[in-house]
């Protein structure tokens, strides 16, 4: 089981940054990570992903070049560095991990059932 809490978000101006930060209960090491946020009204989308290794990441189209994940494994924290926001990035983000398993598809970090554990969400405000 792993706890996660997202910390970081707030009430920003367009055009302004903020780094959301994603504290694990246990070693991340062997954890794939994500982060998804949930706009008023709007189902829960994906915004990055970082598999245990580090090697490749994943953005969703609208969030590329604009946001950055990363990971540091002796803090057992993973990071959403986010930039030029605008009004659309208004939602809840949410930091989710997913166990390492053989066989494993990264495409799955894309989407919501590829992820085991999740945390509470932290709400990012973008003001025009």
């Known amino acids: 089981q792993v706890q996660l809490v997202e910390s970081g978000g707030g009430l920003v101006q367009a055009g302004a940054s903020l780094r959301l930060s994603c504290a694990a209960s246990?070693?991340?090491?062997?954890?794939?990570m994500g982060w998804f946020r949930q706009a008023p009204g709007k189902e829960r989308e994906f915004v990055a992903a970082i598999p245990w290794s580090g090697s490749n990441l994943y953005y969703a189209d609208s969030m590329k070049g604009r946001f950055t994940i990363s990971r540091d494994n002796a803090q057992n924290t993973v990071y959403l560095q986010m930039n030029s926001l605008k009004p659309e990035d208004t939602a809840v983000y949410y930091c989710?991990?997913?166990?390492?398993?053989?066989?494993?598809?990264?495409?799955?970090?894309?989407?919501?059932?590829?992820?085991?554990?999740w945390g509470q969400g932290t709400q990012v405000t973008v003001s025009s």
């Open positions: 246990r070693r991340t090491l062997y954890l794939h």
């Open positions: 989710a991990a997913a166990e390492g398993r053989i066989g494993w598809n990264p495409e799955r970090l894309r989407y919501e059932s590829g992820y085991d554990y």
